[in-house]
């Protein structure tokens, strides 16, 4: 795929940005490097490299669940700036 002018042009127009004619000049220069790039990593041969999710090894590390005692409300609430009925009172902030 070729990028050109008019699709810089485009996607500037899309995406709200103004852009000097240097500025325009430079994002095609880097385009045209990252495009090269990809294709390099086409060229590769990667018929024997199993695919992978992620480059690291990855595991998740979970918790063992464990019942614990419940706090209850009224000790939760008793430094609680404002209180309205057994619940926080808290400022609004969506109109």
Known sequence: MEITEEIIHKVAELSK???TD?????????FHGF??????MN???????????????L????REDRVC??????????????KKDRYFAVPKTVE
């Open 17 to 19: 940005l103004r852009l």
């Open 22 to 30: 240097k500025e325009k000049d430079k994002l095609l220069e880097s």
């Open 35 to 40: 495009l090269n790039y990809v294709q390099t």
């Open 43 to 57: 060229d590769l041969d990667t018929k024997d490299v199993e695919p992978m999710t992620h480059v690291l090894p």
């Open 59 to 62: 595991k998740n590390v979970f």
């Open 69 to 82: 005692q419940e706090t209850d409300r009224e000790s939760v609430l008793k430094n609680a700036p404002e």
